[in-house]
């Protein structure tokens, strides 16, 4: 990349200096050749002006394809950096940043920090262009040469505070952008649910409302930059036009020679163009900073150290201290929390996803190597993705498919009304399937990965009432002898776990068997009554054989 930038701006300042010494050498063919009428030396001055307007031509070509490389090279590896911190958070990401916020970084973020890297180019060549017209003024009238250097950190002060503001309203602009566009990956994502709920509208409305604040926003990004436009337009014609009608006192005073006026016009009309360049490079550098910080941000959220310990040799208890939660191999374990997020937040810890204070057979969770961790231990998140492929890559996932176990799979999570035929092809994030249709096949998956431990958040909140006492029970026949933690409300999964522990402000109050608890705790029984009348609780609960020892 340092390389890049010094041919961008090797080339940029050649092209620069190229045009600013054209108005030399047509000042020579005039002061030399016309005045004088001294064809061969006009022709020789003229020659050499054609060879330089062509060598011009040429590095103006190598000037924009070095810029235009420089800025696709830092688009590209800036992605690049994002994919792969993207990749190595994995799972994690979606608890720490917003989907909307992601895209937006992707897509907007690391080109606006491309277009700052106009600054290294022909920022710095503009630069020295500014350096070198001075010179050849000065070689004419240090008066005019001190106008230019006084008149370029003129041009600076004027435009400087409408930079801060512009990088004030950015950053604000930036941030709401993000914002909205996370609204538009919920909505999209669940467009499907909403049209059947009958809240699209509701959901559209609310996004064109906050769309619309996100263009108020706007608008005051625009103000200065429009400003700042302007002056980048205006200013340099009003300097243009003091450094001209100087010249031409001086040449009406007989300082000047013909040829040197001439000369002093076009260094003043080339001088628009560094300047120019100059307030639109301190624009886009502005612009780039914000979105910097945007990316700077994502890269530094944690992600796991893939070292650590090693895991234990054989299934062992995993504990959250900061709950209280405890879950043994080998049994169902369900959380029930006043607060569903409680639970789910639990859940995470038990699964190593973010900081985690947990234990797997004594030991930190999070001193644990990686790997060790997520072979054995897995979180089935709701908001998991589906890959585009057939049904049978959908379950088998990263596993090797096996038909037999893959239908097995289906059929604990009651998924035969996705189909039998395994070929059956699923679009990307299951957008052909219904909302529970994709919630059984995510359970699918992960009763076909058949780990250690298996934990789920709400693994039947999508499903009927139907089939969700024959997930809850069929779940319950095929992780025997394995370990399960369900964080849910479900009267019919609670009544399946060996161990139901009863969570208030992400601790636990009560522990013990589902109908244990209804007896005993009116906060546990109220919970679980949000959803379903009194009766129906104890009707649902009520197991022959079980209840009536």
């Known amino acids: 990349m340092p390389g890049r930038v010094a041919l961008g701006a090797g080339f940029g300042s050649a092209w620069f200096i190229s045009l600013a010494t054209m108005p030399w050498l047509i000042s020579q063919a005039v002061d030399h050749g016309l005045a004088p009428h001294r064809p061969g030396v006009l022709i020789g001055w003229s020659a050499v002006v054609l060879v330089l307007g062509v060598a011009s031509a040429g590095l103006g070509i190598m000037r924009h394809r070095s810029m235009t490389k420089l800025r696709l090279t830092a688009a590209l590896r800036t992605a690049d950096l994002v994919m792969t911190h993207a990749t190595r958070l994995g799972a994690s990401l979606p608890r720490q940043m917003t989907a909307g916020e992601v895209v937006t970084i992707g897509i907007s973020d690391v080109w606006t920090i491309s277009r700052a890297m106009n600054v290294g180019g022909v920022g710095v060549a503009a630069t020295l262009a500014i350096t070198v017209i001075a ?13 230019v250097l006084v008149g370029v ?90 450094v001209i009608w100087l010249a031409a006192r001086l040449a009406v005073a007989g300082d000047l020679t013909a040829g040197q006026l001439i000369a002093v016009y076009g260094y003043t009309a080339m001088l628009v163009i560094p300047c120019d360049v100059l307030i639109f490079c301190s624009f886009d550098m502005v612009r780039g900073l914000v979105a910097a910080r945007r990316v700077t941000a994502f890269l530094n959220l944690p992600a796991e150290d893939p070292s650590g310990a090693p895991a234990p040799t054989g299934p062992a208890v995993l504990h959250d201290p ?21 639970a789910a937040e639990v859940i995470d810890r038990l699964g190593r996803y973010g900081p985690t204070a947990a234990t797997w057979g004594g030991q930190p969770l999070s001193a644990t190597e990686r790997d060790g961790v997520r072979d054995r231990i897995l979180v089935a998140d709701n908001g998991a993705d589906l890959f585009a492929g057939t049904l049978r890559d959908a379950v088998a996932g990263r596993l090797g498919p096996d038909d037999d176990r893959i239908r097995a799979a289906l059929a604990v999570a009651v998924a035969h009304d996705v189909g039998d035929d395994l070929e059956r092809p699923i679009d ?15 359970l699918a998956r992960a009763v076909y990965a058949d780990p250690e431990m298996l934990l789920a958040v709400e693994p039947t909140s999508a499903v009927d009432a139907h089939t969700e006492a024959a997930v809850a029970e069929r779940l319950a026949a095929a992780r025997a002898g394995r370990g399960t933690v369900v964080a849910t409300t479900s009267p019919v999964l609670l009544d399946q776990a060996d161990t139901v522990h009863y969570l208030i402000d992400g601790r636990v109050t009560a522990s013990g068997r589902h109908h244990e608890l209804l007896a005993t705790e ?15 609780i104890f009707a649902e609960t009520r197991v022959p054989g079980k209840d009536d020892e």
């Open 135 to 147: 010179s050849f003024l000065f070689s004419i009238s240090p008066l005019l040469a001190v106008v």
């Open 322 to 342: 900061d709950s209280g939660v405890t879950a043994e191999p080998g049994r169902f374990t369900a959380l029930a929390g006043a607060r569903p997020a409680d």
């Open 428 to 442: 990307w994030g299951g957008r052909t399937l219904s909302g529970g249709q994709r919630q059984r096949v995510r």
């Open 522 to 536: 009116p906060g546990y029984q109220a919970l679980v009554t949000r959803a379903f009348g009194e009766d129906d």
């Open 153 to 242: 950190p003129v041009l600076a002060l004027c435009v400087g505070p409408l930079l801060g503001r512009t990088q004030r309203a950015a950053f604000r602009y930036r941030e709401r952008q993000g914002e909205l566009n996370a609204r538009l990956v919920d909505i999209i994502g669940g467009l499907r649910v909403l049209n059947g709920l009958g809240g699209k509208q509701i959901h559209q409305e609310r996004y064109e409302r906050e769309s619309a604040r996100l263009r108020d926003q706007g608008y005051r990004v625009g103000g200065p930059s429009s400003w700042i436009g302007a002056l980048g337009e205006g200013l340099p014609v009003v300097f243009l036009a003091v």
